[in-house]
């Protein structure tokens, strides 16, 4: 491990370690996908999907990631105001109040609403940078997005503003990773294209169309269109089983069958602060849910709910020390976390358990951290407080294990 980073969590009673490497791999496995012609987007919202916004946003476009991906104004800034020019596409709510940040931080944007244009073509002539547009077109989802008319409507509006650039169309996919039926998907694929055509008929121009999520990317090549827009996957976690099983039956029934060699970017780490005996009949934690039923060793871990290791977890999951797992006990608190080290020697003060990732020969993955919340794995990572500090891991050595054993042989790991 090199000296910089060990220097680095020698402060930290809690951190999260970030593999250059496995970034570096899954933007590989996913431009192998996509071809050279296809604009590689990487979606950083929600702090990196809670793996750091900032320094993911620099590994992806040193990896080969084309543009990022944000969801609000705010985030833009952030990446601008950390030297990042790559191009930016910003696909959540922004407001008028807001456009100047747009503007000045030369983003693209997704919207569905006049005045925001308006404001938006205030915001370039003041700024002197044009706004480039991508207008949301309802397909099924009914979250953002127009019909098909008012989308037509709202296009011609803009082409009539100076420092307005109707630069594409898009849509979101419903469904296509909750099912191994991707009828659904089809038909908004389909209403896509048709409104492509309608634009195109209407004398309307369009630079990109785009809709591919992760689960498009890796599973349907005539989804990616001009730009795929991979959230979950760069960071080296599958959409859903769901997802998964599909890629495995059009492998086996296809002479093109993909398998991206996906890698888990984040490993999640807390030092032991106390190391302590409770007798037998003693209780742990609030609401004495659990007692000892022989004499214990404890081991204190200074993060609880609030640093993002959420409190579904109490008396359900384990954590690995000296690679061995130790499971949770009692009620994890606002910023504590109680486990059992009764079976693993030498547990002393200062010691690291892993929560997340990889230690020895044992894993705690997202996907089982989010079987014990009963949630999905999107929500265990994106909500990793920002109080946790991210660093990025450069050593090879520490490369993590990956997923699949070989390109073409299905995983051996892999657990939802």
């Known amino acids: 491990m090199d ?62 990631a084309d543009w990022l991906i944000v969801n609000f104004a705010y985030e833009a800034k952030v990446l601008r105001q950390a030297k990042i020019t790559a191009p930016i596409y910003i696909c959540g709510n922004v407001s008028a109040a807001q456009s100047e940040i747009v503007a000045e931080t ?17 915001a370039a002539r003041k700024t002197g940078n044009s706004v480039p547009i991508h207008i949301k077109i309802e397909t099924g989802t009914h979250r953002q997005g127009l019909p098909l008319n008012e989308a037509i409507a709202l296009a011609k509006f803009a082409a009539q503003l100076d420092g307005i650039i109707l630069e594409g ?6 469904d296509i990773e909750d099912t191994i039926e991707h009828d659904f998907a089809n038909q908004q694929l389909n209403l896509l294209q048709n ?82 005996e409770v007798p037998t009949g003693g209780y742990i934690g609030y609401g004495r849910t659990f007692r000892a039923t022989h004499p214990m060793k404890i081991a204190i871990l200074p993060l609880g709910y609030h640093e993002g290791y959420d409190r579904r977890l109490s008396n359900l999951a384990h954590v690995i020390i000296k690679g061995v797992r130790s499971p949770v006990r009692g009620r994890i608190c606002m910023n504590m976390t109680m486990v059992d080290v009764t079976h693993i ?8 358990a892993t929560l997340l990732g990889r230690d020895g020969e044992e894993n705690v993955s997202a996907e089982q951290l ?35 054993s070989e390109a073409n042989q299905p995983l051996k790991l892999l657990s939802f």
């Open 3 to 64: 000296r910089e980073f060990l220097e680095s969590i020698a402060r930290e009673s809690s951190w999260c370690e970030i593999s250059r490497s496995a970034i570096a791999s899954n933007i590989n496995s996913l431009r192998t996908r996509i071809g050279n012609n296809v604009i590689l987007g990487v979606v950083v919202k929600a702090d990196g999907f809670g793996h750091g916004i900032v320094p993911c946003a620099k590994e992806f476009i040193a990896a080969g």
């Open 106 to 122: 030369q983003a693209r944007i997704v919207v569905y609403d006049r005045d925001v244009i308006l404001a938006l073509a205030a």
């Open 169 to 174: 169309i898009t849509t979101h996919y419903a």
């Open 195 to 276: 409104a492509k055509t309608a634009f195109q008929n209407a004398g309307l121009d369009l630079k990109m169309v785009h809709s591919a999520n992760s689960a498009a990317t890796i599973l349907w090549p005539k989804t990616h269109g001009s730009m795929v827009r991979v959230g979950i996957a760069a960071y080296g976690l599958w959409p859903s089983r769901e997802t998964y099983a599909t890629v495995l039956q059009n492998y086996a029934t296809s002479n093109n069958g993909f398998i991206p060699n996906l890698v888990p970017v984040l490993s999640w780490r807390a030092r032991i602060v106390q190391v302590k």
């Open 345 to 352: 020697p030498g547990v002393k003060v200062g010691d690291i």
């Open 370 to 404: 989010a079987n014990w919340m009963g949630t999905i794995n999107y929500e265990v990572i994106s909500r990793i407080n920002s109080s946790q500090p991210r660093f990025v891991l450069t050593d090879e050595s520490d490369r993590p294990r990956t997923v699949l």
